[in-house]
């Protein structure tokens, strides 16, 4: 399975990005969708999570400004942010994992993308 991630950039505070990730390979596999991120000096943190049947996961820190959808026909995933703040920046990472939702905040994704980079400016 390859996560290829696009849609980083940098944004002012109260801004908006939408990253996308497109799945390819053996995608019949991944039930769970999720997107972490990771910034200097902290731990990855699990930002949210969708599941096939669309099922949702979200980070107390994002929700209510971060959405995220798939569509399964087309093996993409999407992060919309809205009303960023600097504390958004990080690099975001798509991840997949064969499980639930709760399998991957419990053990991890089984897979990874490279990641695309955020950055918001106060």
């Known amino acids: 399975v390859q996560l290829v991630e696009s849609g980083g950039g940098l944004v002012q505070a109260g801004g908006s990005l939408r990253l996308s990730c497109v799945a390819s390979?053996?995608?019949?596999?991944?039930?769970?969708m999720g997107w972490y991120r990771q910034a200097p000096g902290k731990e990855r943190e699990l930002v949210a999570a969708i599941r096939s049947d669309m099922d949702t996961y979200y980070a107390s820190s994002v929700k209510g400004r971060f959405t995220i959808s798939r569509d399964n026909a087309a093996n993409t995933v999407s992060l919309q942010m809205n009303s960023l703040k600097p504390e958004d920046a990080a690099k975001y990472l798509c991840a997949g994992i064969e499980g639930d939702i709760g399998n991957m905040i419990l053990r991890g994704p089984d897979y990874w993308g490279q990641g695309t980079q955020v950055t918001v400016s106060s």
């Open positions: 390979g053996s995608i019949f596999i991944i039930n769970t």
